[in-house]
């Protein structure tokens, strides 16, 4: 299912109920992926692309959101400060009532080479916590 593609508006791919993975850039990718290794496992996932970060799409996250029982925010920056505080904050905010939960990459400096692989957020983190 494709949603709105305007700019300022958020993009939502799947038809999935049970949880909505909510993302930007590349974790859009990864969480498509992630989202059909979910589907094996008997949950239905569906990607919200938030496509804007400055402003936040809020009315159209907040809107997505209600549908859905849980939301994972799949934030490939840092723990600290990344914008998935900023997504779970206008959730709780809005009075949002299902689960909330989110994966980040680790703090670290930026790593280069093969260090990226033990702190940037991976595919596997994101089936990992979306299952759970």
Known sequence: ????????????????????????????????RAA???SARGVQAAVLDL?????????????CAQSF???????????????SEAV???????GYRGRISRVTSRDSFVP?????AEVLLSEDDVVSAAAE
Request: glycine share 10%; proline share 7%.
């Open 88 to 94: 779970v904050t206008a959730l709780v905010d809005a």
């Open 1 to 32: 299912m494709l949603f709105r593609s305007q700019p300022g508006s958020v993009r939502v791919y799947g038809t999935g109920e049970d949880v909505l993975l909510v993302t930007f850039g590349n974790g859009v990718r990864m969480s498509l």
């Open 112 to 116: 280069l080479g093969p260090a990226a």
């Open 36 to 38: 059909r290794r979910l």
């Open 51 to 63: 496509q804007w970060l400055a402003p936040l799409p809020l009315a159209e996250l907040l809107a």
């Open 69 to 83: 029982p849980r939301v994972l925010v799949v934030d490939e920056t840092r723990r600290s400060g990344g914008v």
